[in-house]
């Protein structure tokens, strides 16, 4: 691998990673699940739980947030969820059709592929961030007390940690038609451990301790004590490295490109 | 043509587990033929060319691909080795045309991606998807990509497979057109028409070695053998035929007689009966052909222990 780090560099490097962001951009732009589920579905989302939130004003419990405040960061996390789990639906269709072994016979390495698929749904996510709280703070009035960089700090890692998670899918899963069941069946969990449906400052033990330790809850946790709490919940940032490091030892060892 | 070793590979052995996929395989491609590849499924036809390119690693043996190595030099390798591989499809929403100039954007000295598409006679469909592609445009799509590179050497694998007769002869007046610009072709197929009309030489495979290494028309005279049917005006015994320059076989069905074998047969089958005062009537000569000659090798070695795999 020595004078990789040149090569990325060079002219013809970036002229070929250009082509291959417009094209990756454009098959994802056809195939808009990644797109449907990172951006609309949270919109949508986030305009139930807003109004639910103006037909029950006032705090939740003794939680002293309202509803859309609470939900919000798990919205975000979702619309990371389901952006990662739309990395197989993809990556593996492309391995499984012999795509990624195509390219591998050109000068262009593979993994510029994966790279270039990462990117996009970076930018994805980063949408998504802007269309929640914009959504959130205009529309339903959410009170984000942000202060940027524990918020900006927990909502990277949570992105991070789950796209991680999405890369393990794409190393185990072995064929499309298996992505899609498998998929469904973690993002279900996912959903469920991010407290979209009960939330976990609502829950007694061990319930709540187990969904604060999960990928999702911790990351709702980081996000959701980085906007309101206005600092970093350490247990929870912790969490998410350990899942990143443990996913992404996984995702590196098990990964093929054919 | 020049005769200088595009592609030489020697002694190689490419082992999945316990099978022996390629066993001890030796070959010298010239620069700029159609060099095919032969053999029945599983003979170790695909692996051959997968470690030619530099997919796979060879357990021993060594490969030179115009002095270079497919394992220690694999990036400058894929600069110049442009590869159509068997059973592989582009993601089914991407349009052809961006397809070409997305694989022209990899190589640093490209073909221009709408010439090569016009060249192809594909260039109608630059903004189709690649799933409503036919058969035959889905392996033009393919060969544009194996050629945007401006390979020296294209390795075309199983390229006919599954088309209509007609988009076959489209396909075989393309790769006549790359041998025309000096582009070193190793085409893999089991079609031996394809075989016979397009290749300068052939290698035949057969359980991972090679059985025959020739012109197609050499080999077919070699092992196919031609094949004369006659009516003897008396009966001829088989030790009199046996003794004719090249008679291989002989074969006796009511009043005809049937004689396989090599060189001449025809000529030197009818001198040598005349000079014994047998006249021939019905006579019907056949040269030897490729197919015969795939048959008869590989029929050979069924009778050994077989241990190919398919890939």
């Not at chain 1, 509803?67 to 996390?77: G, Q």
């Not at chain 1, 990462?118 to 994805?124: A, S, Y």
């Not at chain 2, 076959?168 to 089991?190: C, N």
């Amino acid at each position: 691998m020595t004078g990789y780090r040149q090569e990325w560099m060079s002219h013809r490097s970036r002229v070929q990673f250009a082509e291959l962001l417009k094209v990756q951009s454009k098959l994802a732009l056809r195939e808009p699940l990644a797109l449907f589920g990172g951006l609309v579905l949270p919109a949508i989302l986030l305009a139930v739980f807003g109004f639910i939130g103006q037909a029950n004003p006032g705090n939740v419990g003794d939680t002293g947030l309202t509803i859309i405040d609470l939900w919000t960061p798990t919205i975000l996390v979702l619309s990371f969820i389901f952006i990662s789990v739309s990395l197989p639906n993809t990556l593996v269709r492309d391995r499984e059709i012999g795509w990624l072994r195509r390219v591998s016979t050109t000068p262009l390495h593979p993994s510029r592929l994966l790279a270039a698929q990462l990117v996009i749904d970076l930018i994805l996510a980063a949408a998504a961030v802007l269309i929640v709280i914009l959504e959130g703070a205009l529309v339903f009035g959410a009170s984000l007390h942000v202060q940027i960089l524990p918020f900006a700090v927990s909502l990277l890692l949570s992105i991070v940690e789950l796209f991680t998670l999405g890369l393990v899918l794409v190393a185990l899963v072995p064929t499309q038609s298996v992505a899609q069941p498998v998929a469904g069946v973690v993002t279900f969990g996912l959903m469920f451990l991010s407290g979209l449906w009960v939330n976990p400052a609502q829950m007694g033990d061990p319930l709540r301790t187990i969904m604060y330790y999960s990928p999702s809850g911790a990351a709702v946790k980081a996000v959701l004590d980085s906007a309101f709490n206005g600092g970093l919940s350490y247990a929870a940032l912790v969490t998410m490295a350990v899942y990143t490091v443990i996913f992404g030892f996984i995702a590196i060892r098990y990964f093929r490109w054919e | 043509m020049s005769a200088a070793a595009a592609v030489t590979v020697q002694h190689l052995v490419k082992k999945y587990g316990r099978l022996v996929a390629v066993n001890d395989v030796s070959l010298s491609i010239h620069e700029g033929e159609i060099f095919g590849i032969i053999g029945p499924n599983g003979a170790g036809k695909t692996t051959t060319v997968e470690c030619i390119s530099g997919l796979r690693a060879p357990d021993s043996g060594s490969i030179s691909v115009y002095g270079l190595s497919p394992q220690k030099d694999r990036n400058a390798i894929r600069e110049f080795v442009g590869v159509q591989l068997q059973e592989s499809a582009l993601p089914p929403r991407i349009k052809v045309g961006e397809a070409v100039k997305l694989f022209a954007s990899f190589y640093s000295n490209p073909l221009d991606p709408d010439q090569l598409l016009e060249s192809l006679g594909i260039e109608q469909i630059v903004k189709s998807s690649f799933k409503n592609l036919s058969g035959g445009q889905k392996q033009r799509v393919s060969i544009a990509l194996a050629l945007v590179g401006n390979p020296k050497l294209a390795v075309l694998d199983e390229l006919t497979t599954g088309l209509d007769p007609e988009a076959r002869r489209e396909i075989w007046s393309l790769i006549e057109r790359m041998r025309e610009r000096g582009v070193t072709v190793i085409l893999v197929t089991h079609f031996m028409d394809e075989a016979e009309r397009l290749c300068d030489r052939l290698a035949l495979i057969n359980h991972g070695a090679v059985r025959a290494l020739d012109t197609p028309e050499a080999i077919a005279a070699k092992a196919g053998g031609s094949r004369v049917r006659f009516v003897p005006s008396q009966p001829v015994d088989e030790q009199t035929l046996r003794a004719i320059p090249g008679v291989n076989e002989i074969e006796r069905k009511e009043r005809y007689v049937t004689v396989t074998g090599t060189g001449d047969l025809a000529g030197s089958l009818l001198n040598a009966l005349a000079a014994i005062g047998v006249r021939v009537s019905e006579v019907e000569a056949r040269a030897g052909n490729l197919e015969d000659a795939f048959i008869k090798l590989t029929k050979d070695d069924a009778s050994s222990v077989g241990k190919g795999v398919q890939t």
